[in-house]
Nanobody
Framework: QVQLVESGGGLVQPGGSLRLSCVAS????????MGWYRQAPGKQRELVAS???????TYVESVKGRFTISRDNAKNTVYLQMNSLNPEDTATYYC????????WGQGTQVTVSS
């Protein structure tokens, strides 16, 4: 059974930082493209960042220079370091594993507010 379990969300003030983690089980983690998506109320889910098995990364324009995606294949874990957070980053963040099949975590809430 495939499981993606996110953690690290919470409430943070504007300008603050959070680090999201996603632990995967039931898949050959190292061969999957791992991604972080987010969905704000009333908006479509969007890809925030992704990292390939080889370590190549992509970011949505709005988070470039502020967010960093990384992976630890030994721990079956993908991370999203989020710095300089602003209220527009408020959303539920989802971990995704993609190859031939596509798997999702349950999501973790990130709220940026003073």
């Amino acid at each position: 059974q495939v499981q993606l379990v996110e953690s690290g969300g919470g409430l943070v003030q504007p300008g603050g930082s959070l680090r999201l983690s996603c632990v995967a089980s039931g898949i050959s983690f190292r061969i999957y493209v791992m991604g972080w998506y987010r969905q704000a109320p009333g908006k479509q889910r969007e890809l925030v960042a992704s990292i390939t098995s080889g370590g190549s990364t992509t970011y949505v324009e709005s988070v470039k220079g502020r967010f960093t995606i990384s992976r630890d294949n030994a721990k079956n874990t993908v991370y999203l370091q989020m710095n300089s957070l602003n209220p527009e980053d408020t959303a539920t963040y989802y971990c995704n594993a993609a190859r031939i099949s596509n798997y999702w975590g349950q999501g973790t809430q990130v709220t940026v507010s003073s």
